[in-house]
């Protein structure tokens, strides 16, 4: 039989298509119902997307919790070995083993078990995860990225400027200090772990797993809302709670309004580099 949603031939006892990961609900006529309903079809189901459910969520969020110390303490030791470079050193550490860890679970609670992954299907794994070409045009979809930083970078600057005009305290988002990069050439190093790196493995952590996890149980907009307050949390710092919780529902949205997480991707990495290019040359 046939899935619906992508054509493949899947085996008749199969709870999800090997191919584009979509739930299977039924056979009629020999080709296989999905689970979504039209409403919820476009632009991509992403609460079809996810074999994986809340349970599985759960676990995942709490491996990177009990993994976030001992990242700490092998990144501080990384930085005390770099002697004058060590903030930079212990970022760059950090950034590289936590995304190492993201995708170790998200491998072991996501994918390991999918069908895709039993018959080494690539591209089914990547497209569980939302690595799959956008739906919308390309320029449509660079539209909607540039959008969303935009509207990240503007409810983060707001946010920021009332919090110090409150004179807020702990609410107040924090510079970053120059010397989380390395000076010169070898910047280049910061900017891979903190621009191209994080952004990859944060958003197939937060959003691929996580809210096409949550889609199922709590539904498009309270997946959205459940990913981004751990996304908001997994950053430990009460000045940036608010602007990256709202960030995180523009990259959900992104993603959902997509089809695919390159665009949450590319969105999260310019907002990164903004950061980094302003702590070095401006701040």
């Not at 997307?49 to 676990?59: D, I």
């Not at 280049?188 to 959003?207: D, K, M, N, S, Y």
Request: with cysteine; hydrophobic share 55%.
């Amino acid at each position: 039989m046939t899935c619906a949603n992508c054509g493949n031939t899947v085996d008749e006892s199969a709870a999800y298509c090997g191919r584009c990961g979509h739930e299977l609900l039924s056979a009629v006529g020999g080709t296989v119902i999905d689970s979504t309903s039209p409403e919820d079809s476009s632009p991509t189901p992403v609460n079809a997307l996810a074999p994986w459910r809340g349970g599985e969520v759960a676990l995942g969020i709490v491996i990177i919790a009990v993994a976030i110390t001992p990242v700490i303490l092998l990144s501080a030791a990384a930085g005390e070995l770099a002697g004058p470079y060590g903030v930079a050193a212990q970022v760059w550490a950090a950034s590289n083993l936590m995304g190492l860890v993201i995708l170790g679970v998200v491998w072991q609670f996501g994918l390991k078990h999918t069908n895709a992954m039993a018959r080494g299907d690539l591209w089914g794994n990547l497209r569980l995860l939302g690595l799959n070409p956008p739906t919308t045009s390309p320029l449509w979809s660079a539209v909607l990225t540039l959008g969303a930083l935009a509207a990240s970078l503007a409810a983060t600057g707001i946010y920021s400027a009332l919090m110090r005009w409150l004179d807020a305290g702990l609410l107040i988002p924090p510079d970053i200090p120059a010397d989380f990069a390395f000076p010169g050439a070898a910047s280049a190093f910061t900017f891979q772990a903190l621009a191209v790196w994080t952004p990859i493995t944060e958003e197939i952590f937060f959003r691929g797993f996580i809210f096409a996890g949550l889609a199922s149980r709590l539904g498009i907009r309270g997946a959205m809302a459940g990913s981004a307050v751990v996304f908001s949390l997994f950053h430990m710092d009460p000045g940036v709670l608010v602007p990256i919780f709202i960030t995180g529902l523009l990259l959900a949205w992104l993603y959902r309004r997509t089809g695919s997480l390159w665009p949450s991707i590319a969105a999260h990495a310019g907002q990164n580099s903004l950061a980094l290019l302003a702590a070095i040359f401006v701040i």
